[in-house]
């Protein structure tokens, strides 16, 4: 079982805007440049990330207006992620802390508890009692695993170029073995455009797929 998250999402924005897109730049920061929900980086996509309101607009309407531009209910979210999470909610709009019953708050709770990355990528849950949200966030969809192996790929190429560099040596043999690296990086490559095709154009709807 592979660890969900290696981050840990900290609120370090003290300014008040009119307009919640304003604070995009500062959970874009907060949230280390991944989706609260999947935890997809924003850079391994073209496609922009969004802001999730985790008290759904459509709930706060003509009841608290507050929350359109409070920061502890904007989450940094991938665009698949907002749109499965959409306007689910469960519970009272005047709870606090924020709380929505049908997805737990990716910064109030720690999601290494809840979800954990199989050996192919997938995502899964430790409880049962959590299999419900799998299916709300449809995050059983295998562009999760696309995307997974497009970034560990990634990381494994510049870990093995770091090792190298710390080998310190002679430039021609160092050069030969970054050389050797040509073929991962080929496939590496082709994998990362695949998935931005695949996340672009919404078609991935089986490993089968790939």
């Known amino acids: 079982m592979g660890k969900f998250r290696k981050h840990k999402i900290e609120r370090s924005c003290d300014k008040t805007y009119q307009n919640y897109r304003d604070y995009k730049q500062y959970l874009q920061k907060d949230f280390e440049h991944r989706c609260a929900y999947c935890n997809l980086h924003d850079e391994s996509i073209t496609t922009y990330f969004e802001i999730d309101h985790y008290i759904p607009q459509k709930s706060f309407k003509n009841k608290r207006k507050e929350l359109e531009t409070l920061y502890p209910n904007l989450m940094y979210s991938c665009k698949k992620c907002n ?65 997974w192996v497009s970034e560990e790929l990634t990381m494994l190429i510049l870990q093995i170029k770091g090792h190298l560099l710390n080998q310190h040596l002679p430039k021609d043999v160092l050069e030969q073995l970054n050389n ?24 991935l709807t089986s490993l089968e797929d790939i």
Do not use: M, Q
């Open 83 to 147: 749109l499965s999470k959409s306007n689910h909610f469960l519970g009272d709009v005047y709870s606090d802390p924020l709380k929505n019953d049908l997805v737990y708050n990716p910064v109030e709770s720690d999601y290494n508890s809840i979800f954990y990355r199989d050996e192919y990528g997938g995502i899964d849950v430790y409880s049962e009692n959590d299999r419900f949200l799998v299916s709300l966030l449809k995050l059983y969809l295998p562009i999760h695993n696309l995307a």
């Open 180 to 203: 050797s690296l040509g073929p991962l990086c080929i496939v590496s490559e082709s994998w990362k455009r695949n998935f931005i095709a695949r996340y672009n154009n919404n078609t």
